[in-house]
């Protein structure tokens, strides 16, 4: 099992960057593919971009290509998101989660979440 904390987040002016941690607890982290998902009021929770156990693959949703950069430290127990180029449709609260298999973009898929943090862009 793995408990997820994520953190970074806050309001920024359009065309802004923010970078999002993640930070797991547990022995097992590197052995567990990390997803991104966002989730704006009144919408369905979104894939933002995953990163496979070792770091080596990732995948980003058509939305952020380009824009975001998903990365990990396993020395450190944490995944980050780097979102640059913030829109104020960016604006959602962003979870992260983690998964045995590689990739999932289903949130469906995801058994273990963390709290959120909220990521505000305004225009």
């Known amino acids: 099992q793995v408990q997820l904390v994520e953190s970074g987040g806050g309001l920024v002016q359009a065309g802004g960057s923010l970078r999002l941690s993640c930070a797991a607890s547990?022995?097992?982290?590197?052995?567990?593919?990390i997803g991104w998902f966002r989730q704006a009021p009144g919408k369905e929770r979104e894939f933002v971009a995953a990163?496979?156990?070792?770091?080596?693959?990732?995948t980003y949703a058509d939305s952020v290509k380009g824009r975001f950069t998903i990365s990990r430290d396993n020395a450190k127990n944490t995944v980050y998101l780097r979102m640059n180029s913030l829109q104020p449709e960016d604006t959602a609260v962003y979870y992260c989660?983690?998964?045995?298999?590689?990739?999932?973009?289903?949130?469906?898929?995801?058994?273990?979440w963390g709290q959120g943090t909220q990521v505000t862009v305004s225009s």
């Open positions: 989660a983690a998964v045995r298999v590689y990739p999932v973009v289903l949130s469906t898929g995801y058994p273990y």
């Open positions: 990163i496979s156990s070792s770091g080596g693959r990732t």
């Open positions: 547990g022995r097992t982290f590197s052995t567990y593919n």
